[in-house]
C-alpha cells in the first residue's frame, strides 16, 4: 500500500513560518519527482512546487517564489516545504503528491494530471 503522509500544519500569524513533511511508504520515490498543491475553500487545487527526482532542480508558483523553499531528502523518503512569510492568501489545504512519470533528469512538473500519488492533505490556517 502506498501511502503520502503530509505533517506539519497547523494556526500560525501573518509573517510567521511552518515547515510541512511528506513522508512516503509503501514505495521508493527517490527516482520521481514529488510535488506540492494546496486546496483553499471553495477553490480548484492549485499548483505551489515540485521536485525533482535528486532535489537538484525546482519549481514553483509565482505566488510563492521567494518565500517557499521546497527539498527532499530521499535517504528517508520524505520531501519538505519550507513555508516563510506567510500570509491569509496561504491558507488551504496542502497536499503532497508523486509522479510516476518521467522526461528528463530535471522533470519537477506542474500539472495536477502528471501526479499519480496524493496524500491526505493537512491544513494550514494563517491568521491576519
Known amino acids: 500500500q502506498v501511502q503520502l503522509i503530509e505533517s506539519g500544519g497547523g494556526l500560525v500569524q501573518a509573517g510567521g513560518s511552518l515547515r510541512l513533511s511528506c513522508a512516503a511508504s509503501?514505495?521508493?520515490?527517490?527516482?520521481?519527482?514529488m510535488g506540492w498543491f494546496r486546496q483553499a475553500a471553495g477553490q480548484e487545487r492549485e499548483f505551489v512546487c515540485a521536485?525533482?527526482?535528486?532535489?537538484?532542480?525546482?519549481n514553483y508558483a509565482d505566488s510563492v517564489k521567494g518565500r517557499f523553499t521546497n527539498s527532499r531528502d530521499n535517504a528517508k523518503n520524505t520531501i519538505y516545504l519550507e513555508m516563510n512569510s506567510l500570509n491569509p492568501e496561504d491558507t488551504a489545504v496542502y497536499y503532497c503528491?508523486?509522479?510516476?512519470?518521467?522526461?528528463?533528469?530535471?522533470?519537477?512538473?506542474?500539472?495536477?494530471?502528471?501526479?499519480?500519488?496524493w496524500g491526505q492533505g493537512t491544513q494550514v490556517t494563517v491568521s491576519s
Open positions: 503528491a508523486a509522479a510516476l512519470g518521467y522526461s528528463g533528469p530535471y522533470y519537477a512538473p506542474f500539472r495536477r494530471e502528471e501526479y499519480h500519488y
Open positions: 521536485i525533482n527526482w535528486n532535489g537538484g532542480s525546482t
Open positions: 509503501g514505495r521508493t520515490f527517490s527516482s520521481h519527482a
